[in-house]
């Protein structure tokens, strides 16, 4: 009885173990895949937005040709911290948003007219909308592309169900209706460490002016 007690509780012992080596990456391994894969499309944005274009065709927003898994824009709230800065990814498919927040397809590119929504990790790779939660009603959010930074403000916070996917649409909860506004709108789950509901935060377009380094 002793040897078979002691071998239960060895076993428990692993088991907790593995268990929380398996926590751990989930919270902090899975950062240093998104963290490479942030470096490495920050460096092909700096190129490619450095480099002269190469058709005399009017310049569109980037996102416009940016292939799906690529970098698409920078995303800066200065709410969140001098350094916070990530690289969208055109995506968000489980693959994409392991590299980092992702833009909904065919919802609008920054700055157009529309719903330009990005959907981001709470609590793991990187967990680029960790905090998203700390936003105010004013707050700033950048977005840099090749051709200008667009500067959103803050509107408004929602909590929703995963179900509630027209917060996607063009004028948010109101399918089929024409936008007249330019808006953002960042998606996560919530709360933290849980998938239950979505955290909403909302935007409107209020400047655009020249890139940050252009």
């Known amino acids: 009885m002793r040897t078979l007690i002691r071998s239960l509780g060895e076993l428990c012992i692993t088991a907790g173990l593995v268990l929380l080596l398996f926590v751990a990456y989930e919270l902090w391994g899975t950062g240093q895949y998104t963290q490479a894969q942030q470096s490495i499309l920050s460096k092909r944005l700096t190129r490619e937005w450095a480099a002269p274009r190469h058709s005399a065709v009017p310049a569109v927003t980037t996102s416009e040709k940016v292939q799906l898994g690529d970098g698409m824009a920078l995303i800066r709230i200065p709410r969140l911290g001098s350094d916070y800065s990530y690289v969208v990814i055109e995506g968000v498919t489980v693959a994409d948003l392991r590299k980092g927040p992702g833009h909904y397809p065919g919802t609008a590119s920054p700055g157009r007219l529309g719903n330009f929504v990005i959907s981001g990790h709470r609590t793991t790779y990187l967990a680029p909308f960790n905090r998203i939660d700390e936003l105010r009603d004013g707050d700033k959010i950048l977005i840099d592309t090749r051709d200008g930074q667009y500067v959103y403000k803050v509107t408004s916070r929602r909590v929703v169900q ?19 506004r330019h808006l953002i709108t960042l998606t996560t789950c919530n709360p933290k460490y849980s998938a239950a509901t979505r955290l909403i935060v909302f935007g409107e377009l209020t400047q655009t002016i020249p890139r940050v380094g252009a």
């Open 162 to 180: 995963p179900t509630e996917v027209d917060v996607t649409d063009p004028v948010p909860f109101h399918p089929g209706q024409q936008p007249t």
